[in-house]
């Protein structure tokens, strides 16, 4: 017996395919809203890091482009778990921002060494400190300034 050929298979199979389409290009642009100094600066213990971010040599990058994994299997799950201790600190009321964990820490040195490999080529020794930021603290976020200098009453 002959199933008839109407169409029908092609209309649900391309509906799907559009449908998984549209879902995928939410989730790609939400992990890229995310991902984004407006987004982070949306909670007010990230609100001097941000405005020290946006004044910083490294302003045209996304925050998790240092803060955490590139891949995305290791990165949904980490950042799930950084964002909520984020949460819990701005719920607590906190004026800052928890310092990085040292997974966070690990994580931000990685990124430091993929991103800048041909400068790391001419560096006798990467292992004088622990992390990059222990002798470049000016980097992202003006640490070594004093607070009179890099906190800022608005952007």
């Not at 209309?11 to 995928?24: D, E, R, S, T, Y």
């Not at 490999?117 to 980097?139: I, Q």
Request: aromatic share 4%; hydrophobic share 40%; glycine share 6%.
């Amino acid at each position: 017996m002959k199933r008839p050929c109407n169409g029908s298979w092609l209309k649900i199979f391309l509906g799907g395919l559009l449908a998984g389409g549209v879902i995928l290009a939410g989730l790609a642009y939400g992990m890229r809203v995310t991902d984004s100094r407006p987004f982070c600066a949306g909670c007010h213990v990230m609100q001097e890091a941000a405005v020290t971010h946006k004044m910083s040599t490294h302003a045209a990058l996304a925050c998790n482009e240092c803060h955490s994994p590139h891949n995305l299997l290791v990165k949904l799950p980490f950042k799930a778990k950084e964002g909520l201790r984020d949460v819990i600190a701005n719920m607590q009321g906190k004026d800052a921002p928890a310092l990085p964990s040292v997974a966070t820490r690990d994580i931000i040195k990685e990124n430091c060494i993929a991103c800048h490999s041909a400068t790391n080529a001419n560096v006798a020794s990467m292992d004088v400190k622990p992390y990059c930021t222990d002798c470049h603290r000016n980097v992202a976020h003006m640490r070594s300034k004093p607070i009179s200098v890099r906190t800022v009453a608005h952007e």
